[in-house]
């Protein structure tokens, strides 16, 4: 599975926006259950460092080169997906950040989670996604891990 590089890495985020120590507790669930996960770069935070300021998807779509740069990141995930799946590993689809300019998957999908699908597009592999909601923080999970249940089964039985 494919997340986004918040989920495994709240350090990334901007200061004062973490959510969780460390990881999100789901993604700690996951790990225990034997789901292996491929981190997702984080352009943000490589573009613009951990103190950059908050940005819309619009600013970040304007930056000069940056799909660009969001493309050649991925690149590598990429070979990695393509490889796994040449194993017959089970792939089941990305998880992403709501309302991030980068990895939102609904409504507005973010930037660099456009250059992903587009990438999978091409290569034939899996667009299954789930996304964390803006109330999930390690305070308040919710009925996240039910909805991950769905979600996960939902997975397998399309593999």
Request: overall charge negative.
């Given at each position: 599975m494919a997340v986004?590089?918040?989920i495994?890495?709240?350090?990334a985020v901007i200061h004062g926006w973490e959510r969780a120590h460390g990881a999100f507790p789901f993604a700690v669930e996951l790990l225990k259950k034997g789901i292996a996960f491929i981190q997702l770069p984080c352009p943000e935070f490589l573009?613009?460092?951990?103190n950059r300021?908050?940005?819309t998807y619009q600013q970040y779509n304007?930056?000069?080169d940056y799909r660009q740069k969001c493309q050649?990141?991925?690149e590598p995930i990429m070979q990695q997906l393509i490889a796994y799946q040449a194993q017959d590993y089970q792939y089941l689809g990305v998880i992403g950040i709501n309302e991030s300019p980068n990895c939102s998957l609904?409504?507005?999908r973010g930037v660099l989670m456009e250059e992903f699908f587009a990438l999978c597009k091409e290569a034939a592999v899996n667009t299954n996604f789930f996304e964390v909601p803006t109330w999930y923080s390690e305070e308040n999970q919710g009925d996240l891990n039910e909805q991950l249940k769905i979600f996960l089964k939902r997975g397998v039985e399309n593999e």
């Amino acid at each position: 599975m494919a997340v986004s590089h918040c989920i495994l890495n709240q350090n990334a985020v901007i200061h004062g926006w973490e959510r969780a120590h460390g990881a999100f507790p789901f993604a700690v669930e996951l790990l225990k259950k034997g789901i292996a996960f491929i981190q997702l770069p984080c352009p943000e935070f490589l573009a613009l460092g951990g103190n950059r300021p908050p940005m819309t998807y619009q600013q970040y779509n304007e930056l000069p080169d940056y799909r660009q740069k969001c493309q050649a990141m991925l690149e590598p995930i990429m070979q990695q997906l393509i490889a796994y799946q040449a194993q017959d590993y089970q792939y089941l689809g990305v998880i992403g950040i709501n309302e991030s300019p980068n990895c939102s998957l609904s409504g507005e999908r973010g930037v660099l989670m456009e250059e992903f699908f587009a990438l999978c597009k091409e290569a034939a592999v899996n667009t299954n996604f789930f996304e964390v909601p803006t109330w999930y923080s390690e305070e308040n999970q919710g009925d996240l891990n039910e909805q991950l249940k769905i979600f996960l089964k939902r997975g397998v039985e399309n593999e």
